[in-house]
């Protein structure tokens, strides 16, 4: 599955964005979804993940309560909407897919990645 992410920005903290991941290929509503971020000079790190049929959702404990992870796998795409933004939220954000089983948060178990859109938030 290719995926492109888009939605990123500047945004003032406190503000909020949308993040989507559009996916191409017949099979996306059987992939658990994912989404990270790497700040510059930090590794990458999980964000949240939604399972296939959008029933289960995990979230990384400093997003838990800001981030909604959804899917509308009719438009085969992954939506991340993000409130109360941070500047520590500020980072390239990451969609993935994984197949064959439940999510996982280890971003090496995901084989499809998509380019990154830049999120910055400013105090």
């Known amino acids: 599955v290719q995926l492109q992410a888009s939605g990123g920005g500047l945004v003032q903290a406190g503000g909020s964005l949308r993040l989507s991941c559009a996916a191409s290929?017949?099979?996306?509503?059987?992939?658990?979804m994912g989404w990270f971020r790497q700040a510059p000079g930090k590794e990458r790190e999980f964000v949240s993940t939604?399972?296939?049929?959008?029933?289960?959702?995990d979230y990384a404990d400093f997003v838990k309560g800001r981030f909604t992870i959804s899917r509308d796998n009719a438009k085969n795409t992954v939506y991340l909407q993000m409130s109360s933004l941070k500047p520590d939220d500020t980072a390239v954000y990451y969609c993935?897919?994984?197949?064959?089983?439940?999510?996982?948060?280890?971003?090496?178990?995901?084989?499809?990645w998509g380019q990154g859109t830049q999120v910055t938030v400013s105090s």
């Open positions: 993935a897919a994984r197949g064959g089983g439940g999510c996982l948060t280890s971003s090496a178990s995901y084989t499809s």
């Open positions: 290929g017949r099979t996306f509503s059987s992939y658990c």
């Open positions: 939604i399972t296939w049929n959008g029933r289960h959702t």
